[in-house]
């Protein structure tokens, strides 16, 4: 279970709501499955259908991250159009990472501006998503 205190899923969607209708992006960092830090990382592909971490903000982050005890737990990103559900391109994009077994992947959808779903999701080497159980308080 993937543990986010209330302020961090609140950054999260005003994260996602200030790149509408551009998708954003970003990182969770902690310890043991429970959210330390949240890193906001531009979207470089500056889309409504994909987004692409920041290369530097990205390494920038996980040397932030580490100097602090932290392992990355999660990537984010926001959906505009569409339900908080990873896309064909968000899987390949997950596969090709190298990441995907190691992360959750949170997304926020704002099909309703006045309450975004968030979720999180795994995603396996054969593709398959699962979803995953995520708690905040």
Not at 33 to 40: A, C, F, I, K
Not at 122 to 133: K, M, P, V, Y
């Amino acid at each position: 279970m993937l543990l986010i205190a209330r302020q961090y899923a609140d950054d999260m969607i005003a994260h996602a709501l200030k790149e509408d209708p551009n998708e954003c992006c970003g990182i969770l960092s902690g310890k043991n499955n429970s959210v330390d830090y949240l890193y906001r990382i531009s979207n470089s592909a500056k889309s409504p259908y994909r987004y692409a971490m920041d290369p530097q903000e990205q390494l920038d982050a996980d040397k932030d991250s580490e100097s602090n005890g932290w392992e990355f737990l999660a990537f984010y990103h926001s959906h505009t159009h569409s339900e908080a559900y990873p896309s064909s391109t968000d899987v390949n994009m997950a596969l090709q990472s190298g990441y995907y077994l190691d992360v959750y992947y949170v997304l926020v959808s704002l099909l309703d501006h006045k309450c975004p779903e968030i979720r999180a999701f795994r995603i396996e080497e054969s593709g398959a998503i699962l979803e995953q159980d995520l708690k905040i308080s």
